[in-house]
């Protein structure tokens, strides 16, 4: 890659070649005459009481006629046009400072006409200050704009004159004055934006920006409405003020805009972006407007003719701009007048309100009841839409549109705050949005209408609760939704095919329009009070007939679609209207549950009914329907008797209690065989395991004490018993096995799979339970598990059945040793000595088996012999070992861990070695260098865990100071040895890690630092701790430059800040600039230099960072009421413009410049408290220092560059 001339040239020759730049001049001026302004400003507001008058003023005015005589000489003799440019500018703002000065020069006595007229002298300057500023403004303003302009000077002098004018004048007719003046600003405006903007359009540059006349007058008008009219004004009309300064802003940006669109001939698809920006002033400045005559509000009324200025305002920006932003705004303009205009009629608004609280049973009305009190708004924004779209203005027609249809949909859920406004509120958006979709033929709008009609269906039951006191909650609300649904489907339909027409009008393409969805929403309604229905059922909570209603609609609606699961739900339904009719009448459990049995063998014999005669339109809509009912319900009857049957399990056995689980369990059965469904066989199968649980200890209690065991133990014998005789049974239903297709059928599939869980499952349940029946069970399962796998395919299922089935034979030869043992872990030692050696026989015969006696052999099959032989030799060894008394000697210490940590490094050594290529050609192993490289590691972690150790345990004692070092002497001693193993070929292996761990170990010396600061606060050698973090800081910052890590870079700038931090506590230093300044200098250095680094999305957020950090270090002193850092915190923006500019960043411009700012006004308010000579001064003397180094970079500019280019040069050739 090449290296650009850029990166040859030094950095201190590119950094002045960036600084001299024309632009930078120019914003040295700038900064300059502000700080020069401020300086002026500050000494006009201090406190220097103690010269008289006449001094002051003579002052003020030798100060701006000094300016202006400095800046004409600049300009005109020196040809320093920058700087005289500057001067003339800090003239313009200095020469209406001087007639406020008049006043503010001896207050008292300023008052009245009659003291004005006393001051002779005062007088005699003002009429001099008149002469010069008429003389040097016309000057200065031909200047600028290359042609007299008589009404904006006229303009400026009135404004400027004001400011000693205004407080002689009485404050009533401060309204009448704000509103002259507003006349004088706006008039001065108009000729001089259109000439300002004509030069720059025509290339004739007008030495200044086209906005500058709009904004000095602006700037003028505004001071003085703020510090002398508004006052005596109230704070509501300050607002109104605001909308109309505006105006005169958003009129320079037309005819910005104008100029520009001639020159082009021709409509711009976007505007430049000076009028862009006037345009958004004036809008924020409306705004404001807006918001500040809200005050006081509703006690004013300054809000109404303010807020519809502003939308006539707006109205009149959006057809100038065609841009419907400010349509948008003028809407909101129009909502805020329309929300305020009640102010007017306070009377008759509250008289209406307390009637319709009286009505609706409230004591006030609800914020929901907006959405009714906007309709009048709405059904006129609609009227004036559909007016403006036939009559062509389709531009305000489809925002107004947008608007209309758009408010409901906020204050839609605004109505869902309020249970008794739901209803009128959805019902009345239901109609206004029926209107809207065919009005303005927007079909999507049907969507909003079913919303609004949904809303008005959820609130009708609460609405007719609440206020027409309507009783049943449940039946009233289900009823509500149900009459709902029907009117979605009868009433609804024709407005579903009005809106069809609209859209074949609109398109021809029948296939794109979407489907009728209020059809669709009764048939979801219906079906959803159908499962309602069907879920109430039981209790009675419900009337039956409108259970009866909603199957009427359920029904018609099964024909129309002709739907399978519409028809599911039908036949649903209609079952569960006996079940609520039996709920009414308050059946036993028992008799609703052989009822709903009942019910499901009906609905069996119905389905093969219609299977029977499948020509019948009835069988053709619910004979599918009529299968996936009875499969669905007979699994849900199972599901519900299985709690059933557990809560009777200590009653006596009845048969009306097991009717409805004889029935259940027979159905199932039917129907899994029936469809072939081996889900509904695992419930099935689950279900009769349940019911055969429950029953065997009812069955068998009478035999309990024969066989003296507990009568629940008998239940997994019984499931074993079961399961193995189905097995058989299986077994010897070859024939069956198969389906048509030669397939195993999936109901056979799930029983055998049932059988096998439930085998496999007791068998591994009852290993560890050394009991009779458990033994009986767990054997029997055995039987089965082999039955089942016997001439079968060999599978994972198979052999881990089979090693079940050992198991169960290992714990039985145990239980025939040990018969007085109850469970297999509670066995103690000393009587698994006398089971070990059958134990270690059984083993020994099942690892034969395993190897030898099973074929074909596989891994599983080789894993598992090896197991039982080690159990074999393991019993045997425990047998013989039990014999003896041993102790277990634990080393524990330093010398383990060495011993290990050698040992490691050896495998290591020898690993790395093997995996060397000894010819040429021969590729390393990956494998074998990663498993080298890992105990290299372990042994690295095991040296420095018996270091650890050691200085844990105290043996190695480390000096308080010393051991701030030792993680940096540790460190370069492993810096050391990982050169001298990279140098060898054995040990090659270590470098890397012992590399790693070197750049590790520095890091550990900041939490020992942290600690020793914390516990040593006052060391004896002051700043020894420093010391090792600037020692860590600087090997990180070698380690990132050399290795090119920018993370190091990072960690060293962080480092070398916390020591120079704890430096700064230890000498009890508590300056915020010496923690700050060294941050953020950090911060500022690390963005520079790794700037090629860092995201380009992160530079300027970081350069942000570092600049505030520095420059806000002083703020903290300047608040508490310190002058000195206000002389400090504006050199610091300074120095930071200064390196803005060398290194071209906007960002630390900008931010130098806003504190420098900010400084200038800290300067200007402190400057009447403490030392206001000594800050003026100061202020004078940097303000004119900055004036001076930019004119000199302007009049030398072009030698300073080429001398610093000719040494670039001469550098260039040195070697």
Same mark, same amino acid.
């Given at each position: 890659?090449?290296?650009?001339?850029?990166?040859?040239?030094?950095?201190?020759?590119?950094?002045?070649?960036?600084?001299?730049?024309?632009?930078?001049?120019?914003?040295?001026?700038?900064?300059?005459?502000?700080?020069?302004?401020?300086? =002026?400003?500050?000494?006009?507001?201090?406190?220097?009481?103690?010269?008289?008058?006449?001094?002051?003023?003579?002052?003020?005015?030798?100060?701006?006629?000094?300016?202006?005589?400095?800046?004409?000489?600049?300009?005109?003799?020196?040809?320093?046009?920058?700087?005289?440019?500057?001067?003339?500018?800090?003239?313009?703002?200095?020469?209406?400072?001087?007639?406020?000065?008049?006043?503010?020069?001896?207050?008292?006595?300023?008052?009245?006409?009659?003291?004005?007229?006393?001051?002779?002298?005062?007088?005699?300057?003002?009429?001099?200050?008149?002469?010069?500023?008429?003389?040097?403004?016309?000057?200065?303003?031909?200047?600028?704009?290359?042609?007299?302009?008589?009404?904006?000077?006229?303009?400026?002098?009135?404004?400027?004159?004001?400011?000693?004018?205004?407080?002689?004048?009485?404050?009533?007719?401060?309204?009448?004055?704000?509103?002259?003046?507003?006349?004088?600003?706006?008039?001065?405006?108009?000729?001089?934006?259109?000439?300002?903007?004509?030069?720059?359009?025509?290339?004739?540059?007008?030495?200044?920006?086209?906005?500058?006349?709009?904004?000095?007058?602006?700037?003028?008008?505004?001071?003085?409405?703020?510090?002398?009219?508004?006052?005596?004004?109230?704070?509501?009309?300050?607002?109104?003020?605001?909308?109309?300064?505006?105006?005169?802003?958003?009129?320079?940006?037309?005819?910005?805009?104008?100029?520009?669109?001639?020159?082009?001939?021709?409509?711009?698809?976007?505007?430049?972006?000076?009028?862009?920006?006037?345009?958004? !002033?004036?809008?924020?400045?409306?705004?404001?407007?807006?918001?500040?005559?809200?005050?006081?509000?509703?006690?004013?009324?300054?809000?109404?003719?303010?807020?519809?200025?502003?939308?006539?305002?707006?109205?009149?920006?959006?057809?100038?701009?065609?841009?419907?932003?400010?349509?948008?705004?003028?809407?909101?303009?129009?909502?805020?007048?329309?929300?305020?205009?009640?102010?007017?009629?306070?009377?008759?608004?509250?008289?209406?309100?307390?009637?319709?609280?009286?009505?609706?049973?409230?004591?006030?009305?609800?914020?929901?009841?907006?959405?009714?009190?906007?309709?009048?708004?709405?059904?006129?924004?609609? !009227?004036?839409?559909?007016?403006?779209?036939?009559?062509?203005?389709?531009?305000?027609?489809?925002?107004?549109?947008?608007?209309?249809?758009?408010?409901?949909?906020?204050?839609?859920?605004?109505?869902?705050?309020?249970?008794?406004?739901?209803?009128?509120?959805?019902?009345?958006?239901?109609?206004?949005?029926?209107?809207?979709?065919?009005?303005?033929?927007?079909?999507?709008?049907?969507?909003?209408?079913?919303?609004?009609?949904?809303?008005?269906?959820?609130?009708?039951?609460?609405?007719?609760?609440?206020?027409?006191?309507?009783?049943?909650?449940?039946?009233?609300?289900?009823?509500?939704?149900?009459?709902?649904?029907?009117?979605?489907?009868?009433?609804?339909?024709?407005?579903?095919?009005?809106?069809?027409?609209?859209?074949?009008?609109?398109?021809?393409?029948?296939?794109?329009?979407?489907?009728?969805?209020?059809?669709?929403?009764?048939?979801?309604?219906?079906?959803?009070?159908?499962?309602?229905?069907?879920?109430?059922?039981?209790?009675?909570?419900?009337?039956?007939?409108?259970?009866?209603?909603?199957?009427?609609?359920?029904?018609?609606?099964?024909?129309?679609?002709?739907?399978?699961?519409?028809?599911?739900?039908?036949?649903?339904?209609?079952?569960?209207?006996?079940?609520?009719?039996?709920?009414?009448?308050?059946?036993?459990?028992?008799?609703?549950?052989?009822?709903?049995?009942?019910?499901?063998?009906?609905?069996?014999?119905?389905?093969?009914?219609?299977?029977?005669?499948?020509?019948?339109?009835?069988?053709?809509?619910?004979?599918?329907?009529?299968?996936?009912?009875?499969?669905?319900?007979?699994?849900?009857?199972?599901?519900?008797?299985?709690?059933?049957?557990?809560?009777?399990?200590?009653?006596?056995?009845?048969?009306?209690?097991?009717?409805?689980?004889?029935?259940?369990?027979?159905?199932?059965?039917?129907?899994?065989?029936?469809?072939?469904?081996?889900?509904?066989?695992?419930?099935?199968?689950?279900?009769?395991?349940?019911?055969?649980?429950?029953?065997?200890?009812?069955?068998?209690?009478?035999?309990?004490?024969?066989?003296?065991?507990?009568?629940?133990?008998?239940?997994?014998?019984?499931?074993?018993?079961?399961?193995?005789?189905?097995?058989?049974?299986?077994?010897?239903?070859?024939?069956?096995?198969?389906?048509?297709?030669?397939?195993?059928?999936?109901?056979?599939?799930?029983?055998?799979?049932?059988?096998?869980?439930?085998?496999?499952?007791?068998?591994?349940?009852?290993?560890?339970?050394?009991?009779?029946?458990?033994?009986?069970?767990?054997?029997?399962?055995?039987?089965?598990?082999?039955?089942?796998?016997?001439?079968?395919?060999?599978?994972?299922?198979?052999?881990?059945?089979?090693?079940?089935?050992?198991?169960?034979?290992?714990?039985?030869?145990?239980?025939?040793?040990?018969?007085?043992?109850?469970?297999?872990?509670?066995?103690?030692?000393?009587?698994?000595?006398?089971?070990?050696?059958?134990?270690?026989?059984?083993?020994?015969?099942?690892?034969?088996?395993?190897? =030898?006696?099973?074929?074909?052999?596989?891994?599983?099959?080789?894993?598992? =012999?090896?197991?039982?032989?080690?159990?074999?030799?393991?019993?045997?060894?425990?047998?013989?070992?039990?014999?003896?008394?041993?102790?277990?000697?634990?080393?524990?210490?330093?010398?383990?861990?060495?011993?290990?940590?050698?040992?490691?490094?050896?495998?290591?050594?020898?690993?790395?070695?093997?995996?060397?290529?000894?010819?040429?050609?021969?590729?390393?192993?990956?494998?074998?260098?990663?498993?080298?490289?890992?105990?290299?590691?372990?042994?690295?972690?095991?040296?420095?865990?018996?270091?650890?150790?050691?200085?844990?345990?105290?043996?190695?004692?480390?000096?308080?100071?010393?051991?701030?070092?030792?993680?940096?002497?540790?460190?370069?001693?492993?810096?050391?040895?990982?050169?001298?193993?990279?140098?060898?070929?054995?040990?090659?292996?270590?470098?890397?890690?012992?590399?790693?761990?070197?750049?590790?170990?520095?890091?550990?010396?900041?939490?020992?630092?942290?600690?020793?600061?914390?516990?040593?606060?006052?060391?004896?050698?002051?700043?020894?701790?420093?010391?090792?973090?600037?020692?860590?800081?600087?090997?990180?910052?070698?380690?990132?430059?050399?290795?090119?890590?920018?993370?190091?870079?990072?960690?060293?700038?962080?480092?070398?800040?916390?020591?120079?931090?704890?430096?700064?506590?230890?000498?009890?230093?508590?300056?915020?600039?010496?923690?700050?300044?060294?941050?953020?200098?950090?911060?500022?250095?690390?963005?520079?230099?790794?700037?090629?680094?860092?995201?380009?999305?992160?530079?300027?957020?970081?350069?942000?960072?570092?600049?505030?950090?520095?420059?806000?270090?002083?703020?903290?002193?300047?608040?508490?009421?310190?002058?000195?850092?206000?002389?400090?915190?504006?050199?610091?923006?300074?120095?930071?413009?200064?390196?803005?500019?060398?290194?071209?960043?906007?960002?630390?411009?900008?931010?130098?410049?806003?504190?420098?700012?900010?400084?200038?006004?800290?300067?200007?308010?402190?400057?009447?408290?403490?030392?206001?000579?000594?800050?003026?001064?100061?202020?004078?003397?940097?303000?004119?220092?900055?004036?001076?180094?930019?004119?000199?970079?302007?009049?030398?500019?072009?030698?300073?560059?080429?001398?610093?280019?000719?040494?670039?040069?001469?550098?260039?050739?040195?070697?």
């Amino acid at each position: 890659m090449k290296s650009t001339p850029e990166q040859h040239t030094p950095t201190v020759v590119r950094f002045l070649d960036s600084f001299l730049q024309e632009g930078n001049i120019k914003w040295l001026l700038g900064v300059g005459t502000l700080i020069l302004f401020s300086s =002026s400003a500050m000494l006009v507001t201090s406190h220097w009481d103690s010269y008289p008058p006449l001094w002051k003023y003579a002052v003020l005015l030798a100060y701006t006629v000094g300016i202006h005589l400095c800046g004409q000489l600049a300009y005109h003799r020196l040809s320093l046009r920058k700087t005289g440019t500057g001067l003339m500018a800090l003239t313009t703002l200095l020469i209406p400072l001087n007639f406020v000065a008049y006043r503010w020069v001896q207050p008292d006595q300023m008052l009245t006409i009659h003291g004005v007229l006393a001051q002779s002298g005062l007088l005699f300057l003002l009429a001099g200050n008149c002469l010069f500023s008429l003389f040097a403004a016309q000057r200065i303003f031909t200047h600028f704009l290359r042609k007299p302009q008589y009404s904006f000077l006229t303009s400026y002098l009135i404004l400027s004159a004001s400011g000693a004018v205004i407080p002689l004048l009485p404050s009533t007719i401060a309204p009448f004055t704000a509103l002259f003046l507003w006349v004088v600003f706006a008039v001065g405006t108009i000729k001089v934006n259109r000439h300002a903007f004509w030069l720059t359009e025509e290339f004739r540059t007008p030495r200044i920006f086209g906005f500058f006349p709009i904004i000095l007058l602006g700037v003028q008008f505004l001071l003085l409405f703020a510090t002398m009219l508004a006052p005596q004004i109230p704070v509501e009309w300050i607002g109104l003020g605001l909308v109309l300064t505006a105006i005169p802003i958003l009129q320079a940006a037309d005819s910005l805009a104008r100029v520009v669109q001639a020159r082009s001939e021709t409509p711009l698809p976007t505007q430049p972006t000076s009028v862009v920006l006037a345009l958004l !002033g004036g809008i924020a400045m409306v705004f404001a407007g807006v918001a500040i005559s809200a005050y006081g509000f509703p006690s004013t009324v300054a809000i109404v003719p303010t807020s519809l200025l502003a939308a006539i305002v707006m109205g009149f920006a959006a057809h100038r701009t065609q841009r419907k932003e400010f349509v948008w705004l003028m809407i909101l303009a129009i909502l805020t007048t329309y929300q305020t205009s009640p102010v007017f009629m306070k009377q008759l608004v509250r008289s209406m309100l307390d009637a319709g609280s009286s009505a609706i049973g409230e004591d006030r009305m609800p914020i929901a009841f907006y959405g009714l009190t906007y309709l009048p708004l709405l059904i006129a924004t609609s !009227g004036v839409s559909v007016w403006l779209k036939r009559r062509g203005e389709t531009f305000f027609a489809q925002q107004l549109q947008t608007f209309s249809f758009g408010l409901p949909l906020i204050l839609l859920p605004l109505a869902l705050t309020h249970s008794k406004m739901l209803f009128p509120v959805g019902l009345s958006f239901t109609v206004l949005f029926a209107c809207h979709t065919l009005l303005f033929r927007l079909p999507f709008l049907r969507f909003t209408t079913l919303l609004s009609a949904f809303v008005a269906t959820l609130g009708a039951t609460y609405f007719f609760q609440q206020v027409f006191d309507f009783h049943g909650s449940v039946g009233l609300s289900l009823t509500t939704w149900i009459a709902a649904g029907g009117l979605f489907w009868f009433p609804g339909v024709y407005f579903d095919r009005a809106v069809s027409r609209i859209e074949l009008m609109d398109d021809s393409d029948a296939r794109r329009h979407s489907p009728e969805i209020f059809r669709w929403s009764s048939l979801g309604i219906v079906a959803i009070c159908a499962i309602i229905f069907i879920a109430l059922a039981p209790s009675g909570s419900v009337p039956i007939m409108t259970g009866v209603i909603c199957f009427g609609l359920l029904f018609g609606h099964a024909f129309a679609f002709q739907s399978t699961w519409i028809s599911a739900l039908t036949l649903t339904l209609l079952m569960s209207l006996p079940i609520t009719f039996a709920g009414h009448n308050n059946w036993s459990m028992e008799s609703l549950l052989s009822l709903a049995g009942s019910l499901l063998v009906l609905l069996c014999a119905g389905e093969a009914l219609m299977k029977r005669f499948p020509e019948w339109t009835l069988s053709k809509v619910f004979a599918p329907a009529a299968n996936i009912v009875a499969c669905i319900a007979v699994f849900l009857l199972q599901l519900i008797l299985v709690p059933y049957m557990l809560a009777h399990l200590q009653t006596p056995f009845a048969f009306a209690i097991w009717l409805p689980v004889v029935i259940a369990f027979l159905t199932g059965a039917y129907l899994a065989w029936k469809n072939d469904a081996g889900v509904l066989v695992v419930a099935t199968h689950t279900f009769g395991l349940v019911a055969t649980g429950v029953l065997t200890p009812k069955l068998i209690a009478n035999f309990t004490h024969i066989t003296g065991f507990d009568r629940v133990l008998w239940i997994p014998v019984t499931w074993a018993t079961l399961s193995t005789l189905g097995t058989v049974s299986l077994r010897l239903t070859l024939v069956d096995r198969k389906s048509a297709d030669g397939e195993t059928s999936n109901a056979l599939r799930a029983i055998e799979w049932c059988f096998a869980a439930t085998l496999g499952g007791i068998a591994l349940v009852t290993i560890p339970v050394l009991v009779g029946p458990s033994r009986i069970a767990g054997l029997i399962s055995v039987a089965g598990v082999l039955l089942l796998t016997l001439n079968r395919r060999r599978s994972h299922l198979t052999e881990i059945l089979l090693l079940i089935g050992n198991a169960q034979l290992l714990v039985a030869v145990l239980q025939l040793v040990l018969p007085d043992s109850r469970f297999l872990f509670e066995i103690p030692s000393e009587k698994l000595v006398v089971a070990a050696l059958p134990i270690s026989l059984a083993a020994a015969l099942s690892a034969w088996g395993w190897s =030898s006696a099973i074929s074909p052999r596989s891994r599983f099959s080789e894993q598992t =012999s090896e197991f039982f032989q080690a159990l074999s030799l393991g019993a045997i060894l425990f047998s013989v070992w039990s014999g003896f008394k041993h102790n277990a000697l634990v080393l524990l210490g330093t010398c383990s861990f060495i011993i290990v940590a050698g040992l490691q490094a050896q495998i290591a050594r020898k690993m790395s070695q093997r995996t060397h290529p000894t010819v040429e050609g021969t590729n390393i192993s990956a494998i074998m260098a990663t498993r080298a490289t890992y105990r290299a590691w372990i042994a690295i972690g095991l040296v420095l865990a018996a270091i650890a150790h050691l200085r844990w345990t105290g043996f190695l004692l480390v000096g308080v100071i010393l051991s701030s070092f030792a993680p940096m002497i540790l460190a370069l001693l492993t810096l050391g040895l990982a050169h001298q193993a990279k140098r060898s070929v054995s040990w090659t292996i270590f470098a890397d890690p012992l590399r790693k761990t070197a750049t590790a170990l520095p890091a550990a010396t900041i939490p020992m630092v942290f600690h020793q600061h914390l516990a040593y606060p006052s060391p004896e050698w002051l700043g020894i701790q420093s010391l090792a973090l600037l020692l860590t800081s600087g090997f990180y910052f070698w380690r990132g430059i050399e290795r090119d890590r920018p993370w190091f870079v990072v960690a060293s700038a962080a480092i070398f800040n916390v020591s120079l931090a704890i430096f700064w506590k230890e000498l009890r230093w508590t300056d915020p600039q010496l923690f700050l300044i060294p941050a953020g200098l950090s911060v500022l250095v690390l963005v520079e230099t790794l700037r090629s680094q860092i995201p380009k999305g992160l530079l300027n957020p970081l350069r942000y960072v570092g600049a505030l950090t520095v420059l806000v270090s002083p703020t903290f002193q300047i608040v508490g009421g310190n002058w000195l850092h206000i002389i400090t915190l504006m050199v610091l923006s300074l120095l930071i413009l200064i390196v803005s500019m060398g290194l071209r960043i906007k960002a630390l411009m900008y931010t130098g410049t806003a504190f420098l700012v900010a400084d200038l006004l800290a300067l200007v308010i402190r400057g009447t408290f403490d030392h206001p000579s000594l800050l003026w001064l100061t202020g004078i003397a940097i303000g004119l220092a900055v004036i001076g180094l930019a004119a000199y970079c302007e009049r030398h500019r072009e030698a300073m560059l080429q001398k610093f280019r000719f040494i670039a040069a001469e550098l260039e050739t040195w070697n």
